[in-house]
């Protein structure tokens, strides 16, 4: 039973516009939520993140978005680049119980 | 350093085989994580330590068999696999004490395929 859910399996964008990338999560307990962007052969490298106390993060041209009611968060790249080409996964805790989940990915293609 | 190294990069063994996949940092962190990723699946959390000491073991067979040998290494220890374990095992580290919100830093992962 996926607890994280990235219903979009890929996405194609053209350079400079906007990529929104939409994470699902179904536990109420998760009160911390990460970004993590994945090239191939390598492992998952750290985008950035957001605590549920929180709605909005934003660290240079990468904002997260939760909405804590609709158990949805969202990673907005703008503007995005050729090399932001990668899967994206979400992930989500909980400190109580010490969760963690990933969620199931989305390989975003930035076209030149 | 920044970076995380897992050694080696692709292992193929059977079922009957002994083998270890080794995670080495030099970040100073004080958590290392295991996680095991099938394809077209996201990472999933297998093992954590903290400060040397395992602190969580999310119900994995016991063919697997962790080892913290010092702050920068971390072991796994493979027996008896099955084919079903051919997977992705991705290893990561953080600063903190291995509480699941802190930032992990990961490694390239060893491709393991059992034969």
């Known amino acids: 039973d996926q607890q994280v859910k990235q219903n979009s399996p890929s996405l194609s964008v053209q350079e400079g516009r906007i990529s929104i990338l939409n994470c699902d999560y179904t536990n109420s307990m998760f009160d911390y939520f990460l970004w993590y962007k994945k090239y191939p052969a390598e492992g998952p490298t750290f985008l950035i993140s957001i605590s549920s106390i929180k709605d909005k993060n934003e660290d240079g041209r990468f904002t997260v978005f939760l909405n804590k009611s609709a158990k949805h968060l969202s990673l907005h790249i703008v503007p995005s680049q050729p090399g932001d080409s990668a899967v994206y996964f979400c992930?989500?805790?909980?400190?109580?119980?010490?969760?963690?989940?990933f969620g199931t990915g989305t390989s975003l293609t930035v076209i030149p | 350093d920044t970076e995380v190294t897992q050694t080696p990069k692709h292992l193929v063994m059977g079922m009957t085989n002994k083998k270890s996949l080794k995670c080495e940092q030099h970040m100073g962190h004080r958590a290392m994580y295991w996680y095991k990723q099938k394809a077209k699946k996201p990472p999933e959390l297998m093992f954590v330590y903290s400060y040397e000491k395992l602190s969580i073991n999310e119900s994995v067979p016991s063919r697997f068999s962790p080892e913290c040998p010092n702050s920068s290494l971390l072991n796994l220890h493979l027996h008896a696999l099955q084919p079903e374990d051919s997977a992705l095992y991705l290893c990561?580290?953080?600063?903190?004490?291995?509480?699941?919100?802190?930032?992990?830093?990961f490694g390239p992962g060893t491709r393991l395929t059992v034969l």
């Open positions: 992930a989500a805790s909980a400190l109580a119980g010490n969760q963690f989940y």
């Open positions: 990561a580290s953080s600063q903190g004490q291995g509480k699941v919100t802190d930032t992990q830093y």
